[in-house]
């Protein structure tokens, strides 16, 4: 069964900094993969996704994400973070095996220091 | 443009209660899901519909029923609380396929005492 793991619980970084969040996964094949982010008090919305291609994916809001065969890898990046950014970031992943279950990693809380 | 909407809200449960949650979708999607939220646990599986009529378990089904007897309604039974199942319950729904994005609603949060 495919699984995700994100190994940091929260990541504090300060405004205008880079950002990674990290997430692995655990699957045969390759899987399609996402990222949502989950404002306070709020439901998740779509950040970007992969499911073939190129490697690198283009979101919304300014985030990217890399897909690294070879570690098993789909980190979240954005090259500089503003305070509206602080949220809770999850990673998941459909398998093809399975295209109708959508399993979310445990997510990774972001907080920004002004 | 509604999306995903749950009702209720809000509720506190006495232990042994059961009630309904429901979700209701307008996007004409095939597949539905339900999940539950628990603090640094991310969000876990419990239910998921791929269409109408046709119901699966997830990671967590234990003490929870679905039906989905219409493409637009997928409710989430609970029939005998447990403080077990206080927690924030999201209801999604997507057009299925893998690489489709799933939609959310704003969440029900569950208080059992």
């Known amino acids: 069964a495919q699984s995700v793991t994100q190994p940091d619980i929260h990541i504090t970084v300060s405004e205008g900094a880079s950002l990674e969040l990290r997430c692995n996964y655990s699957?045969?094949?390759?899987?399609?993969l996402f990222w949502y982010v989950q404002s306070p008090g709020q439901g998740l919305q779509l950040l970007l996704k992969y499911f073939s291609g190129d490697t690198l994916v283009q979101g919304i809001k300014g985030f990217e994400a890399e897909f690294k065969r070879s570690q098993s890898s789909f980190n979240l990046r954005k090259p500089s973070v503003h305070w509206s950014d602080a949220a809770e970031y999850f990673c998941?992943?459909?398998?093809?095996?399975?295209?109708?279950?959508?399993?979310f990693g445990s997510g990774t809380r972001l907080s920004i220091r002004p | 443009n509604a999306g995903v909407t749950q009702t209720p809200k809000f509720r506190i449960l006495k232990i042994g209660q059961s009630m309904t949650l429901q979700c209701t979708q307008d996007m004409n999607h095939n597949y539905m899901y339900w999940y539950r939220q628990d603090p640094g646990m991310g969000l876990k599986l419990i239910y998921y519909?791929?269409?109408?009529?046709?119901?699966d378990k997830g990671e967590v089904p234990n003490g929870y029923n679905v039906s989905r007897s219409t493409t637009e309604d997928f409710p989430l039974r609970l029939e005998l609380a447990a403080p077990s199942q206080t927690s924030v319950y999201f209801c999604?729904?997507?057009?299925?396929?893998?690489?489709?994005?799933?939609?959310f609603g704003q969440g029900t949060r569950l208080t059992v005492v």
């Open positions: 519909s791929v269409g109408a009529g046709i119901t």
């Open positions: 699957y045969g094949a390759t899987p399609y």
């Open positions: 998941a992943v459909v398998a093809y095996s399975s295209a109708s279950k959508i399993i």
């Open positions: 999604a729904s997507s057009p299925g396929g893998g690489n489709t994005e799933a939609f």
